[in-house]
């Protein structure tokens, strides 16, 4: 755990997000996961008034290209998004009955507690080139990886916004008019 770590926040910049499953495993496979990440995160969104202007959801991370929430602070809604997925995704795969009660150490879920890597990787974007250039990065993700051959055909990103016009499960909070989101004056 890095001692100084330090965030920029209150500049009015957009953020580049990156988030790794515990140890890169595809926690997100079932495509059901997916699905349930991107209910929460715009729940999270509305809750904390942020505006998301990219996203990517693959196997084993996700990548977020967003503002600084209104209320709180950027930390605080990452802590919230990771904790309610961690918190649902065990929740409904956990078989019922009492027998797992007593048990001390569930042999063969042993990492269950854990969904994420520690912390988040955050990279402010205050240009508009390196705004685009990580937007791209986002879309471009899947097909890097060999997960399809051209971004509209993965479903769980916010590349059918931009290409499209096409709404999605996540809110996008980026005028398609403007060439930049909005960002404070000082």
């Known amino acids: 755990m890095q001692a100084h770590l330090k965030r920029y926040y209150g500049y009015g910049h957009s953020h580049f ?13 079932p ?15 509305r809750r904390y008034e942020g ?3 990219g996203y990517v959801v693959m196997p084993e991370h996700i990548h977020l290209l967003l503002s600084e929430p209104k209320r709180k602070d950027l930390s605080t809604f990452m802590q919230v998004l990771k904790q309610r997925v961690t918190n649902r995704v065990y929740r409904r795969s956990r078989p019922s009955g009492t027998d797992r009660q007593t048990e001390l150490w569930p042999s063969s879920r ?14 402010n974007v205050f240009t508009h080139y390196k705004f685009i250039q990580k937007l791209r990065y986002i879309h ?7 997960l399809v051959e051209s971004p509209e ?5 916010s590349y059918r916004f931009y290409a499209y016009g096409e709404k999605g499960p996540v809110t996008i909070g ?13």
């Open 17 to 29: 997000i990156t988030c790794s499953c515990y140890r890169r495993q595809p926690l997100f496979t």
């Open 31 to 45: 495509h059901a996961r997916k699905d349930l990440f991107l209910v929460i995160l715009e729940q999270v969104r």
């Open 51 to 53: 505006s998301i202007f």
């Open 110 to 123: 042993c990492s269950e507690k854990h969904f994420w890597q520690p912390r988040f990787h955050d990279f």
């Open 140 to 146: 471009r993700n899947p097909v890097a990886r060999g």
């Open 153 to 157: 055909q993965w479903r769980w990103s």
């Open 174 to 186: 980026y005028d398609l008019s403007q060439s930049m989101p909005k960002k404070k004056t000082d």
